[in-house]
């Protein structure tokens, strides 16, 4: 059985740091693309971030450039998220995704990748 558990989301305020993980299991993770994935209250989804399978390429939405960092460790399975200097703009729902794919662009939905967690709320209080 697939599970994608993501952990670590929080009220922080402005300015503060996160760190979010995502336990993955039920499926050869180290063969996958993980992603980042948030949705805002009342927005659609947005791409985060995401890293090929050997870490050696990693993107970030022009929105949290500079401000996010992302690794993995494939010998436990688990994708992090680091943000820093965090803002009110970045509160929202926070979901990992795990494809075979290089899925760089827009999604509409979670349900695009072959696997998807059930997020993790991050709050940013201005």
């Known amino acids: 059985q697939v599970q994608l558990v993501e952990s670590g989301g929080g009220l922080v305020q402005a300015g503060g740091s996160l760190r979010l993980s995502c336990a993955a299991s039920?499926?050869?993770?180290?063969?996958?693309?993980m992603y980042w994935v948030r949705q805002a209250p009342g927005k659609g989804l947005e791409w985060v971030s995401c890293?090929?399978?050997?870490?050696?390429?990693?993107y970030f939405a022009t929105s949290v450039v500079g401000r996010a960092t992302i690794s993995r460790d494939n010998a436990n399975n688990t994708v992090y998220l680091t943000m820093n200097n965090l803002k009110p703009d970045d509160t929202a729902v926070y979901h990992c995704a795990a494809d075979r794919r290089s899925r760089i662009v827009a999604p509409h939905s979670v349900t695009e990748y072959e696997y998807w967690g059930q997020g993790t709320q991050v709050t940013v209080s201005s």
């Open positions: 890293m090929y399978t050997d870490s050696t390429n990693t």
């Open positions: 039920g499926f050869t993770f180290s063969n996958y693309w």
